[in-house]
């Protein structure tokens, strides 16, 4: 669809650069690479800061490569390595400058960001329908399902045939009928055609292209491969969702390393009120069954609120044996009145297995209706542990499973900013469940909070004396060059090193102002569960008095 394109940065790369840089030289776990050519040229930039790559080890399921940059909506060529946490909301796995637009320099991409996510691919990974990352992926990532995103599709059918979409104002939503909700091949091969035929467009080259390709856009065709969509989050209308609202056409290369930092500290505090509302908020159960209270228990909120609606919709969808041989019997599961969209339960009663036609746990992660209005039918009271998925629970990142797989990265990367960082975000998770209890417990971490912070400020200045001479003991600025031999150069003037302790002076400095924001957060937080507590203790008081009366 296009062929080489080269992009320069001006002045401001350098200043992208000297960020890498300094973050590197900051915390060894920051990776960067820049890809170099023959003729010394701008090249392409990758990096993943050390969160990002921790990120991967829970959530590194499911990938989206976002070149939203392609469609002219950014100024300035930026994409970036996107999933999903365990409540559903995107998380950053890497970001990338790409200045020079060719099959090789994809491939250096995907290679070079594989490498700094410890060599673990992908099951799944979605991108636009570029032929030169198509090609790049199958190299790269020849194991990993390749899906090309539907909205880009949508968009790029809207601009080859305007004439069509500007006479017949019906076929944009007749289109994107047969596309999202054709529920089986035969049922979207159907509607294909008769679409085509109803508009007269059998013959058009470009939907000729995009039906030969259906099996790597079309939903129905995609469900066996996990992508980790809960409520048709690549529905939103394109892949941008984590820099959504941090990066647009007006963002110059100065302002995109400060946007870049605002986006991920506005992610870190949507993620820690998630945890906090999963942890502190009693779901609300809507039936008697104990699978319901299991999940309630296992799930995070929004994953807990999806699981619900499917458990509670098993109620319309009865689910009829209509075949029984040994240990495996398969089930007709329909909605009242709605016998022609039925879905067939496979269910080994020996194993605990089921498959459903449908396939939405291959999908999303999440069980669906069918499959557990067989287990009600079969008496079936807890979801087996295969049925759930450890990156939707409330544990996914902690656990074995989680150690282990840090135990594959290096030394410096376990015990790192991120590491810490996580590790204190849920101490001080559980520390705020149990000084909401009682106004008693309540003082007692309040003093303990501020006894805290007045030794944490007491070491800061002990420290900060020392700080120059130490900032480059955890070693010098690198920088990955990808030529032939894919070889690592460091490189440091000593004005460079002197550059470079003023700036990482400042960024401790920083630091220091954005911990002691979380730290006054959290204390507001304490507050205002204590003054929650005592407007519902007056409110309880209230109604005890009127039933007297």
Not at 238 to 258: E, P, R
Request: proline content about 3%; charged content about 25%; hydrophobic content about 35%.
């Amino acid at each position: 669809m296009s062929g080489n394109r080269q992009r320069t940065l001006g002045g401001g790369g350098q200043h992208v650069l000297d960020y890498l840089k300094r973050m590197q030289a900051e915390n060894p776990a920051f990776f960067y690479a820049v890809q170099s050519d023959s003729e010394h040229s701008g090249g392409n930039i990758l990096w993943a800061d050390a969160s990002a790559r921790l990120n991967y080890t829970h959530f590194g399921d499911t990938v989206i490569f976002d070149t939203t940059y392609r469609t002219h909506r950014y100024r300035l060529p930026f994409a970036s390595f996107t999933g999903f946490n365990h409540h559903g909301q995107p998380v950053l796995f890497g970001c990338a400058l790409i200045l020079n637009e060719s099959e090789s320099s994809y491939v250096w991409l995907f290679q070079t960001w594989l490498h700094a996510m410890s060599g673990h691919s992908p099951a799944s990974i979605t991108t636009d329908p570029e032929r030169l990352i198509q090609s790049a992926v199958a190299q790269v990532l020849p194991g990993t399902r390749h899906r090309f995103c539907k909205w880009a599709i949508f968009r790029e059918t809207k601009e080859k045939l305007p004439q069509l979409y500007q006479s017949q104002p019906t076929f944009e939503a007749e289109f994107k009928k047969c596309v999202n909700e054709s529920e089986t091949i035969n049922e979207f091969e159907s509607s294909w055609e008769s679409l085509l035929q109803r508009y007269y467009i059998m013959d058009n080259e470009w939907l000729r292209s995009m039906y030969s390709a259906r099996q790597q856009w079309v939903p129905v065709y995609m469900r066996d491969a996990f992508f980790g969509e809960v409520s048709g989050t690549e529905g939103s209308g394109g892949l941008n969702l984590f820099f959504d609202g941090f990066v647009n056409a007006s963002t110059t290369i100065q302002m995109l390393v400060k946007q870049y930092e605002k986006a991920i500290v506005s992610w870190h505090e949507k993620e820690l009120k998630a945890d906090y509302d999963t942890i502190n908020t009693t779901p609300v159960l809507k039936t008697p069954s104990p699978m319901e209270k299991q999940a309630a228990n296992l799930y995070t909120k929004r994953i807990f609120k999806k699981f619900q609606e499917e458990l509670v919709e098993t109620l319309a969808n009865p689910a009829t044996k209509i075949d029984d041989s040994g240990t495996v019997a398969t089930y007709r599961v329909a909605k009242f009145g709605e016998d022609h969209k039925a879905n067939a339960v496979s269910f080994n009663s020996f194993e605990m297995k089921a498959s459903c036609s449908c396939q939405m746990f291959e999908y999303s992660g999440i069980i669906c209706r069918h499959v557990l209005a067989v287990f009600r039918a079969k008496n079936v009271l807890t979801l087996p542990s295969q049925y759930v998925l450890k990156r939707w629970t409330r544990n996914a990142k902690t656990g074995p499973v989680v150690e282990e797989q840090a135990s594959e990265l290096p030394v410096h990367f376990r015990d790192s900013l991120t590491v810490r960082y996580n590790n204190l975000r849920q101490e001080a998770i559980k520390f705020v469940e149990e000084g909401a209890k009682s106004i008693h417990i309540y003082n007692v971490a309040l003093d303990a909070l501020q006894e805290a912070a007045k030794k944490v400020a007491s070491i800061k200045n002990r420290s900060s004396g020392a700080t120059q001479g130490a900032t480059l003991a955890n070693g010098g600025s690198q920088e990955l060059h990808s030529n032939e031999e894919n070889q690592t150069a460091a490189y440091q003037s000593v004005d460079e090193k002197e550059k470079k302790i003023n700036e990482l002076t400042t960024e401790i400095e920083n630091t220091n102002q954005r911990c002691e924001v979380y730290r006054t957060n959290l204390l507001a937080v304490l507050r205002d569960m204590e003054e929650q507590k005592l407007k519902l203790s007056v409110k309880v008081q209230n109604a005890k008095l009127s039933l007297k009366e």
